[in-house]
């Protein structure tokens, strides 16, 4: 079964590394300042010409109270009027990008995210969306995946029949922990009964899809503790879990800096935590997707992986790979044929760029023709743990073992740990190698040892 997993404690201590979380490849910390909107525009004209379908990625970066742990970028206030001049700026990119497009472009998914998408009031939204709806072809016929980040705290019932109402039909809900002394260690206080309104309004509005965020690895968090807050979310029967290691890297994310890293807990409670946690999720029924991600059988991702067509991109685990992929707002990626390119992630030089009628696209990438054979090899590792050298030799025109004959040692190293089964014919990632399917990504990585690994989490 695709969905089993080995725990092996020697293995994962030896291979429990630093390194990126592959939502691209390359990855963003190679993106550099000589791809601008010039490029961003060429890539969109090509998207044009061949008709590709659509996934638009919204950043909505506000919030009204700060979570320490938070790695997002965004901004917090109390003050609401701010969400007002950044919506003018935001409409405004929304209709230069669009211009460049086709109308028949389907738009086959959305997501808003953030900060929180739900500090914007409900004019706010209808008329964000009615904007969107006015520049690019979105599916009126609820067929396309339409989601939006709660947070349960700034959302009520007549919230999401609003958000139901505007074609959304997926939820993602950010939960993290219930018990009461983490969620005061990280300024989060979110009770049990909130989040359970929230699907519960979901459930009855009949969005399609409801997913719960959890992270691991908290100041005061302990394993019992944890398994509490674990059993009852498998109560609130979400479709989807993502279970998220916490890196604590207060250098880089200031508000990281409030957390006392005393109460952080030992690498091997840590461990205790995610063991304990795929127990409970395997026994409820729940598959492993990988990388953190949890789903019930019948879920889209789960029936993607049996069929081996998973795709992932800067959203994460994904049905919508084929799509190119438009980020709008302050600090979004996009991801264009082979054009990887970022939205300015300062404030201030986003709606200043906008305002002036430019694009607010300050760095990226264009993928050469290694990048794009590193990625199809990763891609394929990271969402069907398994690797067919000759469709990629026929794909690429290459020979597989000759073209990364240096990494061999490596592979064979996985092999006779027990991570992976290597053959002539390709790769299969084994049940003790599924949760470190990261670090088998990270030896066709040709960039990773030019970067400091500081920048990235450690794989469990």
Request: aromatic share 8%; net charge negative; with cysteine.
């Amino acid at each position: 079964m695709l969905d089993a997993i080995r725990w092996d404690t020697d293995l994962i201590r030896r291979y429990d590394l630093a390194g990126p979380r592959y939502t691209s490849y390359p990855t963003a910390v190679q993106f550099h300042s000589q791809v601008g909107a010039f490029d961003l525009l060429h890539a969109l004209r090509e998207s044009r010409k061949a008709l590709r379908p659509l996934s638009l990625y919204v950043h909505v970066p506000f919030c009204a109270n700060i979570c320490y742990y938070c790695a997002c970028n965004k901004v917090i206030t109390k003050d609401r009027g701010r969400a007002l001049p950044y919506l003018q700026r935001l409409e405004q990119e929304i209709q230069l990008i669009a211009c460049h497009l086709d109308p028949n472009q389907k738009v086959e998914q959305l997501h808003f995210g953030g900060g929180t998408p739900t500090f914007l009031s409900h004019d706010e939204l209808r008329q964000l969306m009615g904007h969107l709806r006015q520049h690019f072809n979105l599916l009126d016929d609820d067929s396309g995946d339409y989601g939006i980040e709660i947070d349960p705290r700034e959302a009520d019932w007549s919230t999401m029949g609003l958000l139901r109402e505007l074609g959304f039909n997926r939820v993602s809900i950010g939960l993290q922990d219930l018990d009461p002394a983490v969620q005061r260690a990280v300024n989060r206080l979110q009770s049990l009964e909130e989040t359970r309104a929230v699907i519960e309004a979901a459930r009855t509005l009949q969005f399609r899809s409801i997913n719960i965020d959890l992270i691991y690895g908290l100041p005061k968090q302990a394993p019992d503790n944890f398994a509490r807050t674990v059993e009852e979310v498998i109560s609130l029967q979400p479709d989807r879990l993502s279970v998220f290691n916490y890196a604590h890297l207060p250098e880089r994310f200031m508000p990281q800096r409030r957390i006392n890293s005393h109460e952080l807990p030992a690498p091997a409670e840590k461990l205790q935590m995610l063991q304990r946690t795929i127990e409970q999720l395997t026994a409820a029924g729940y598959r492993y997707i990988g990388m953190d991600h949890f789903a019930l059988p019948d879920d889209e991702l789960a029936i993607a992986q049996e069929e081996s067509t998973l795709q992932r991109n800067f959203q994460g685990y994904t049905t919508h790979g084929h799509c190119d992929l438009i980020g709008l707002g302050v600090s979004a990626i996009s991801q264009i044929g082979d054009l990887y390119c970022q939205n300015s992630s300062d404030l201030t030089h986003y709606q200043n760029q906008l305002g002036g009628a430019q694009l607010a696209t300050s760095r990226g990438l264009v993928c050469n023709q290694d990048d794009r054979l590193r990625r199809a090899v990763i891609q394929q590792l990271i969402c069907n743990f398994s690797l067919e050298f000759e469709a990629i030799e026929q794909q690429f025109n290459i020979d597989f073992r000759g073209y990364f004959g240096e990494l061999w040692p490596q592979l064979q190293a996985m092999d006779a740990d027990g991570l992976i089964k290597l053959t002539n014919q390709g790769i299969e990632v084994l049940p003790a190698g599924r949760l470190l399917v990261r670090s088998v990504c990270m030896v066709f990585d040709a960039y990773l040892e030019q970067q400091n690994r500081q920048r990235f989490s450690r794989v469990i």
